[in-house]
């Protein structure tokens, strides 16, 4: 579509004098704003009638790409489909016209999905309790951090100050650390993604006593589940420090296994990844923690009353509806999908690492690398077909990465479109290379210049009429 309510803003489809309001009749009197606080002009709002606002805005809104009108295979950071039976529960009026500061009487219901929501992660993690404070994966790995920090801290043990980060972990980790105060220590991975048991041994064996914690994400970063924890939860502890889990995208774990019983002491998990919230755009979210028993009084005030309520009550929703028999299905589920996809297309997509993934895998770009064509070609031309593309170029261990993460929740129809549709990028790449490389052709804009975008944002129209 290409008419004037498209492609404008809404300023310029501003008529002096149009309206699309009418405003109340002022009950209240006048109040005298101050002279010296009034405005010299008049606001530069745009003037419009309800009709060209309506359809600006819902033309505009068809520009968006999501789970609710696609698939969105992005690897690394869940993106499933959200019930809407959340959505109704969330925003229930005895629940969304709650006010923090009514009387703790009134808010016993509220108080009790609280306290009912953080019993289901214990039991989900094999954890002893949660706080539901955290607004976000990263404000977790933060929150969990701290009470690593005043768990050593409570013991004297002050030296404790270095975190072992895995180097495929996701860049929260190393970030949430450094905000927290406590200095990076890298671990290699071994040429299967895994942690590299000699290096943390060699580290460990040099640095144990200032070790304050190993942050894990399992399966890692490659989709892959670390075998190897028992042995290095061991070492870690040996040597006095605490096993921290990235729960972020739990859902492979969910009737699988649990990091309480792995010998993890604090982890948090993404309440809008793993139990439903839709999250694109950057929020809202809920990054719950969790931690064994005896560490719990270190739980840190880091937001105010219950953290995104109502990203609660959506887990909590969520929960209750799968209910213990159907959550056990979640991981396999997700595992099935994602191993459906990879054995599909790796005789034309190269896999680096074969075997038996998780929720997701990773591609390193198309197995013929003679047509010139990328893994960004690939992703664009995906736009052209309707899917959102795949996370690309992470991780930094492949040079062509594509990373695929399918969710438990797709449908075999859907997964098997989503596979013609990959094997014929893979044809066209042969026979038609040009096509792929100058992706996408059927979106409102081609293809854009990252670099520069990033280099010279111009994030006002002004900018943009300017340059
Ligand atoms: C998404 C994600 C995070 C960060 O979560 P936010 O809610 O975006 O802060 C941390 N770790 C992993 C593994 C993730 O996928």
């Excluded at 808010?107 to 009912?116: I, Q, R, S």
């Excluded at 953290?307 to 299905?329: Q, T």
């Excluded at 997509?349 to 997701?360: N, Q, S, T, V």
């Amino acid at each position: 579509m290409n008419n004037r309510l498209y492609g404008n803003l809404i300023f310029e489809l501003s008529q002096p004098g149009r309206k699309g309001y009418s405003l109340p009749k002022n009950r209240f009197g006048d109040y005298h704003v101050p002279q010296e606080l009034r405005r010299q002009e008049d606001a530069a709002l745009p003037e419009c009638d309800e009709m060209t606002v309506v359809r600006h805005y819902t033309n505009l809104s068809a520009n968006n790409f999501g789970v609710d009108n696609g698939f969105y295979p992005l690897g690394s950071c869940t993106m499933k489909y959200n019930p809407k039976l959340n959505e109704e529960m969330a925003a229930l009026p005895q629940f969304a016209n709650l006010h923090p500061l009514q009387p703790a009487e009134t808010t016993k219901g509220a108080e009790a999905v609280c306290t009912l929501l953080c019993r289901a992660l214990c039991e989900l993690t094999g954890l002893h309790a949660f706080t539901l404070k955290p607004f976000a994966g990263a404000h977790g790995e933060l929150t969990g951090l701290m009470v690593i920090k005043r768990y050593h801290e409570s013991r004297s043990d002050d030296k404790r100050r270095l975190v072992i980060v895995p180097d495929s972990a996701h860049g929260t980790n190393p970030a949430s650390a450094a905000v927290c105060g406590l200095d990076i220590v890298e671990v290699k991975s071994l040429s299967d993604g895994t942690v590299d048991l000699e290096s943390l041994q060699t580290l460990l064996s040099q640095q144990g006593e200032n070790i304050a914690a190993m942050m894990m994400t399992n399966p890692n970063t490659l989709g892959l589940f670390e075998r190897q924890i028992p042995a290095i939860e061991k070492l870690v502890h040996d040597c006095g420090g605490l096993m921290y889990y990235d729960g972020a995208n739990l859902n492979p774990m969910l009737g699988a296994c649990r990091p309480g019983d792995m010998g993890f002491d604090v982890m948090h998990i993404n309440l809008h990844k793993t139990f439903s919230t839709p999250h694109g755009g950057g929020g809202p979210g809920a990054g719950p923690v969790g931690v064994r028993e005896g560490l719990e009084q270190f739980f840190p005030e880091v937001s105010p009353y219950h953290g995104n309520f109502a990203v609660a009550i959506r887990a909590y929703a969520y929960i209750l509806s799968l209910g213990r028999e159907h959550i056990k299905e979640v991981g396999p589920l997700a595992t099935l999908n994602a191993n459906y996809i990879k054995e599909q297309l790796k005789d034309v997509y190269e896999l680096p690492i074969d075997g038996l993934c998780k929720h997701e895998f990773v591609f390193d770009g198309l197995k013929d690398k003679s047509t010139g064509v990328t893994t960004m070609d690939v992703a664009k031309r995906l736009l052209d077909y309707g899917y959102h593309a795949p996370t690309i170029y992470f991780p930094l261990l492949f040079h062509e990465s594509l990373m695929i993460e399918p969710t438990e929740n797709e449908s075999l129809e859907t997964i098997s479109e989503f596979i013609q549709v990959m094997r014929q990028i893979a044809l066209e790449a042969k026979t038609d290379p040009e096509l792929v490389k100058s992706a996408p052709h059927n979106t409102p804009i081609g293809r854009v210049d990252d670099v520069l975008a990033a280099k010279h944002p111009m994030v006002t129209y002004r900018q943009l009429k300017e340059a």
